[in-house]
């Protein structure tokens, strides 16, 4: 299976129908996933990563959150559906988004809770909305740059 290039969709926080709708599909497909984003003014740009950078803390100084959609497995069971956030807010991230006001939603199952490699989390399916409304608010959350209001999806697909 091979992907098409991803479509790139800015929007605002309170303008999400389309980023909704685009995950809604991909959600019935099972084959794909998004990558959001805030915009962050040239100005707030931080520097990219250094040549020592693997020795030391995360570079994702501007989070990057994934949603990918369960795709339909012959066993039993519902897909799973994951949510990722790379981020720089160090270690036990889950623990300071809850601290923060913004625990992990009823069902959400960590799978993954690194300080380099970000957190992982298994979502039930459905209620894209309130998902994406989530990374939105984790994502303000551990940002370590300031943000505009401006956000961008990456929109993956698979084609057959």
């Known amino acids: 299976m091979t992907r098409s290039r991803p479509e790139e969709v800015e929007f605002s926080a309170d303008r999400t129908g389309d980023v909704v709708a685009r995950m809604q599909t991909l959600a019935v497909s099972g084959s794909g996933w998004i990558n959001l984003r805030p915009v962050v003014d040239p100005e707030d740009e931080p520097e990219p990563p250094g040549l020592f950078a693997i020795f030391g803390g995360s570079p994702h100084k501007v989070p990057l959150a994934t949603w990918m959609p369960g795709r339909a497995r012959e066993e039993a069971g519902p897909p799973d559906t994951t949510v990722g956030l790379q981020h720089a807010a160090g270690?036990?991230?889950?623990?300071?988004?809850?601290?923060?006001?913004?625990?992990?939603?009823?069902?959400?199952?960590?799978?993954?809770?690194?300080?380099?490699?970000?957190?992982?989390?298994?979502?039930?399916?459905?209620?894209?909305?309130?998902?994406?409304?989530?990374?939105?608010?984790?994502?303000?959350?551990?940002?370590?740059?300031?943000?505009?209001?401006?956000?961008r999806v990456s929109v993956h697909t698979r084609l057959a």
């Not at 006001?101 to 380099?116: A, I, M």
């Not at 909305?129 to 990374?135: G, I, N, P, R």
């Not at 939105?136 to 959350?141: G, I």
């Open 91 to 151: 270690p036990r991230v889950a623990r300071r988004l809850a601290e923060a006001g913004l625990p992990l939603p009823d069902g959400w199952k960590v799978t993954q809770d690194h300080p380099r490699r970000g957190l992982v989390a298994k979502v039930p399916p459905g209620d894209e909305a309130a998902v994406l409304a989530w990374m939105l608010r984790a994502c303000r959350t551990v940002t370590a740059v300031p943000l505009t209001e401006r956000w």
